[in-house]
């Protein structure tokens, strides 16, 4: 394990150390609901994240329910990378269709525990891409198409520069992060703490 958190120290200061070449104009955050939505909510997360799968598969149901479905709030899923691992799996989440977008993120939040393969910890990041193309092919990603996703500058630049647009206008340091009507709310919450912000906000 001592050997994946310095590669994962390392990756994250790479990012940082090259920063100034990404940028992507043509990709964004996924985003449902009414753009007419009285409250936003911007989510920074990571699909690596414990607390992130807790929110993911706890709390999003009842907020898609009660305030997403009403027209009351617009929600948008902004990546986070964490780590090498959590950057492949953004990448295949971006390669997906469109259409399937929220369903194999839920997927992939559902199953965590069983695509982080970290035995035998020096091929935690070989083996977890793997398992990741798995899903995949799920949602139609065949294996080539999987490893084009893993080489595609283009969502790797995306990617890269919402971590560092998160850092740069948020102080984000941790996942997940939710940004409400522009108020910053760190840590997982549960659908009673967000309903009494947007209840407020709204």
């Not at 559902?110 to 092919?137: C, H, M, R």
């Not at 919450?189 to 912000?197: A, D, N, V």
């Amino acid at each position: 394990m001592k050997l994946l958190k310095i590669l994962i120290l390392t990756w994250i200061i790479n990012i940082f150390a090259i920063s100034a070449l990404y940028s992507s104009e043509t990709l964004k955050g996924m985003q449902i609901g009414s753009e007419d939505a009285p409250v936003s909510i911007i989510e920074y997360r990571s699909l690596t994240c414990s607390h992130c799968a807790e929110f993911s598969n706890e709390t999003y149901p009842q907020l898609k329910t009660e305030f997403i479905d009403t027209g009351v709030v617009k929600f948008e899923l902004r990546p986070f990378a964490l780590n090498a691992i959590d950057l492949n799996a953004f990448k295949l989440l971006h390669c997906a269709d469109e259409a399937d977008f929220f369903a194999l993120d839920k997927l992939l939040f559902n199953e965590q525990k069983k695509w982080i393969v970290t035995n035998p910890s020096d091929k935690v990041l070989e083996n977890s891409t793997k398992a990741l193309g798995d899903y995949g092919i799920l949602f139609g990603i065949s294996e080539d198409d999987y490893a084009e996703c893993l080489n595609n500058e283009e969502i790797t630049d995306f990617i890269l520069s919402e971590r560092i647009n998160g850092v740069e206008n948020f102080d984000i340091s941790s996942t997940p992060t939710f940004i409400i009507n522009g108020e910053i709310f760190s840590g997982n919450k549960s659908f009673e703490e967000l309903e009494k912000i947007i209840l407020k906000k709204s």
